[in-house]
Nanobody
Framework: QVQLVESGGGSVQAGGSLRLSCAPS????????MGWFRQAPGKEREGVAT????????YYADSVKGRFTISQDNAKNTLLLQMNSLKPEDTAMYYC??????????????????????WGQGTQVTVSS
């Protein structure tokens, strides 16, 4: 089993920045791909960014390309999401997710929540205009 704990959410004005962190524990050696997803009230959960933990390939939703950066801090065994130039439409609960068994494939596949078995509790991000 894999457990995930997110941190770093909060409230910020449009144009500001936030950095989210996710700390995995448990059977972390089984993880092949990790990512960030978000869900706004009344909307479906959507993929934001994912990364293959072995090869480092990254995948981003079009809506965040050029603004968000996903990375790994291997020394701290932590997944990061740097979010810059935040917009009110980025407001959502952000979830960390992990996948075992195989790496993430193409962009759309890698951003689909159904392909991730392990989830954190979420951290709220609110962007005001």
């Amino acid at each position: 089993q894999v457990q995930l704990v997110e941190s770093g959410g909060g409230s910020v004005q449009a144009g500001g920045s936030l950095r989210l962190s996710c700390a995995p524990s448990g059977a972390t050696w089984r993880i092949n791909c990790m990512g960030w997803f978000r869900q706004a009230p009344g909307k479906e959960r959507e993929g934001v960014a994912t990364i293959n933990t072995g090869g480092g390939s990254t995948y981003y939703a079009d809506s965040v390309k050029g603004r968000f950066t996903i990375s790994q801090d291997n020394a701290k065994n932590t997944l990061l999401l740097q979010m810059n130039s935040l917009k009110p439409e980025d407001t959502a609960m952000y979830y960390c997710a992990a996948r075992t068994g195989s790496a993430c494939y193409s962009g759309s596949w890698a951003l689909s929540p159904i392909n991730f078995a392990y989830w954190g509790q979420g951290t709220q991000v609110t962007v005001s205009s």
